[in-house]
Nanobody
């Protein structure tokens, strides 16, 4: 089992920035990637970004150039730096961890409790 604890959500004005953090604990050796999903009211959960143990990253088209995912392996922590935030980025952001074989073959089986990000216009 892997436990994930997120922090860093909040309220920000459009154009502002936030940084989310997620600390993993437990059976870290059973995962090779961590990432972030988000879910807005009335919408399906969608992938925001993920990063593998080797440092390979993948982003949703909607956040490319604005969001940056990074990780500190020594701290078992993944970060999501969100810049130039837009009202449409408003959602609950969930940290996730699991196995990624390719960008299309992913098994994120561990989830955090979620953190709210609200962007006002």
């Amino acid at each position: 089992q892997v436990q994930l604890v997120e922090s860093g959500g909040g309220l920000v004005q459009a154009g502002g920035s936030l940084r989310l953090s997620c600390v993993a604990s437990g059976s870290i050796s059973s995962i090779n990637a961590m990432g972030w999903y988000r879910q807005a009211p009335g919408k399906q959960r969608e992938l925001v970004a993920f990063i593998t143990n080797g440092g390979t990253t993948n982003y949703a088209d909607s956040v490319k150039g604005r969001f940056t995912i990074s990780r500190d392996n020594a701290k078992n922590t993944v970060y999501l730096q969100m810049n130039s935030l837009k009202p449409e980025d408003t959602a609950v952001y969930y940290c996730t961890a699991g196995m990624v074989l390719t960008t299309k073959i992913k098994d994120f089986r561990y989830w955090g409790q979620g953190t709210q990000v609200t962007v006002s216009s």
